[in-house]
């Protein structure tokens, strides 16, 4: 067996030795491996799909299209991949950006890096060596100094918890793992469960396919306008043109997207000029606008109220019938608090006699039958399901590899009450355990392009601070970690997102504790907080020492 880059050998159960395991080959481990093979290190990537893209590769759901600007959502490491490279629309669709993706792979030669179809079992931390061994699937034993999860924030799908989705007679379909040839629901009867974003935007889609469609809602939720378009080639030349100072736009802002920051509250302006200023940024067709028009929007619950019913305003006037309109309209949680979302015909689609409305508050989803779905007050019969759910979010792709660190601790029991990092980048007791947009860190509540280039950026200079130094490990301290987790809640606690039950909250996983998962503090103060950790000589870690491995 081969030794291991600390010139000891690797254990006897070893199939491999590597200086690092990247696990995923979405995003995030692509420019993971770009920067590892950089630094000379030896870097093994697993990825369970058959290819790369990670998120962009499983939801292929139809509609799928991401909701940050597509000039925005791209890497910025590589100047000339982003001349190249030309988006055909403003959001772009899940093929257009998974083939950006393959493109980053090729352009990049990164494809011999990643081994696919395999999925990562179990990784544990041998003290004594320093040294992770990562266990797959398939019977590899990776010996590796680190391990770098890059498992993405909703990439483990859930289910509805109701029983009986074996006895259906016909498909039954989950955005989050869609059929790679693709579904045609033509003249059948469909049932959707779910309308989070993968719901919103499919759902238009799918009802114009379908003879009669039957949307099965939990809670309605706030959804604005995508306007969606081709990009003229000016604006795209113009984006080309700017692009150094865009990034620079978008590292620093709040969320990602470099947007003007409000400066007054929404009480100090009257009704009529808040109004327009929400109607500008339902015109414009983003995320962001209506959400960022006043400093109190997502602080104040009142404030928030004038945000929330302009939509709701918006909601009655597209949906004919009031009754139905009410229903659609969100009232038990504020804008901003569960993740909005953009759509393209959503409401509209309610307005056509063959879709359907089920108020699962009203009657709630009792199980799964042969024929359909049964809610307490009556048998619903499809020809097909949708389960448009969600994820097991944040944490779910962590916790379901068996990752035992000192003392052989596991992580999932270790976050048994809520995630516990430092920096949303390393767990105490974990050392070079590092995750790319872990939980605390700002992740979901950004453009996830730029938190995952300035996460991989910085555990990449950390690597390098570590090898150049030759120091084997490094263990973020109890300490910082309790100091980082208190932060994350008290920041957290400034403003409405505890309010609700979102998936922010971890509210939509049964027995999951109820913890802010992401830190709301903003890209750019993070970033300024990662930066002057790591030039304080990475404040809050502890460097371990080198074993002595002569010692019995
Ligand atoms: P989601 O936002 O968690 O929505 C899941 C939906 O299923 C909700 O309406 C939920 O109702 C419902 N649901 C879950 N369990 C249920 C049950 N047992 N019975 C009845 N209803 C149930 O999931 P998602 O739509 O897949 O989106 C997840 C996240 O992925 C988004 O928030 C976004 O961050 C990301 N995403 C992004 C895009 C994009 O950029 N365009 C597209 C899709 C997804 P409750 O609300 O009552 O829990």
Not at 109 to 127: M, N, P, Q
Request: some cysteine.
């Amino acid at each position: 067996m081969s030794e291991s880059s600390n010139g000891h050998p690797a254990p006897v159960e070893a199939t491999d030795v590597a200086d690092a395991v990247v696990v995923g080959a979405g995003v995030a481990g692509l420019y993971q491996l770009y920067r590892l093979r950089a630094l000379g290190l030896r870097t093994r990537v697993i990825e369970a799909g058959a290819g790369v893209g990670g998120t962009w590769y499983w939801n292929r759901y139809p509609g799928a299209r991401c909701d940050v600007e597509s000039l925005s959502y791209s890497y910025s490491f590589s100047p000339e991949l982003e001349q190249e490279w030309t988006w055909s629309e403003k959001y772009a669709t899940q093929p257009e950006i998974l083939r950006y993706l393959e493109h980053v792979a090729d352009r990049f030669d990164l494809r011999g890096g990643i081994t696919f179809d395999t999925r990562v079992d179990s990784a544990a931390y041998d003290e004594r060596r320093r040294r992770w061994l990562v266990a797959t699937d398939t019977g590899e034993r990776i010996d590796a100094q680190f391990v770098i999860m890059a498992t993405g924030c909703l990439s483990v799908s859930k289910a509805p918890e109701i029983p009986g989705a074996e006895s259906f007679r016909g498909p039954i379909h989950h955005t989050g793992h869609w059929p790679h040839e693709g579904v045609d629901f033509t003249g059948q009867r469909l049932g959707v469960i779910g309308t989070g974003s993968s719901g919103i935007q499919s759902i238009p889609i799918m009802a114009r396919q379908a003879v009669d469609t039957t949307v099965f809602q939990r809670t309605p939720n706030f959804s604005m306008p995508a306007g969606n378009r081709p990009l003229p080639a000016e604006e795209v030349d113009a984006m080309k043109a700017n692009y150094l100072a865009w990034r620079e736009g978008q590292r620093h802002s709040g969320f990602g997207v470099p947007i003007p920051e409000p400066t007054l509250a929404a009480f100090e302006v009257s009704e009529a000029e808040r109004n327009a200023k929400y109607q500008d940024g339902w015109d414009r067709g983003n995320l962001v606008s209506i959400l960022a028009a006043y400093t109190d929007t997502l602080t104040d619950a009142e404030a928030n109220d004038t945000a929330a019913e302009f939509i709701r305003s918006k909601i009655r006037s597209i949906v004919h019938d009031p009754e139905l309109a009410e229903t659609l309209s969100p009232r038990s949680f504020p804008v901003g608090t569960k993740r909005p979302c953009l759509d393209s015909g959503y409401y509209e689609t309610f307005n056509k006699p063959n879709v359907h409305l089920v108020d699962l508050r009203a009657t709630p989803l009792v199980e799964i039958t042969e024929r359909g779905v049964r809610t307490s007050e009556r048998e619903y019969e499809f020809d097909a399901i949708v389960f448009a759910t969600g994820f097991d979010a944040m944490t779910g792709a962590l916790t379901s590899v068996d990752i035992r660190g000192v003392g052989g601790v596991s992580l999932k029991d270790r976050w048994a009450d809520g995630p516990r990092t430092y920096l949303g980048i390393a767990v105490a007791g974990f050392p070079n355990l590092f995750t790319i947009t872990g939980p605390t860190s700002p992740s979901v509540f950004s453009n996830m392009m730029v938190s995952i280039e300035q996460h991989v950026d910085w555990v990449t200079d950390l690597i390098a601070h570590l090898r150049d130094r030759g120091i084997p490990a490094v263990d973020a301290t109890e300490r910082a970690e309790q100091e980082w987790v208190a932060h994350n809640i008290e920041v957290g606690d400034g403003t409405l997102y505890p309010t609700a039950e979102s998936w922010y909250m971890g509210s939509n996983v049964p027995g999951k504790p109820r913890v802010l998962m992401a830190y709301i503090g903003g890209v750019g103060v993070y970033r300024d907080k990662c930066d002057e950790v790591a030039a304080n000589g990475y404040e809050g870690f502890a460097f371990v020492p080198e074993p002595n491995l002569t010692r019995a």
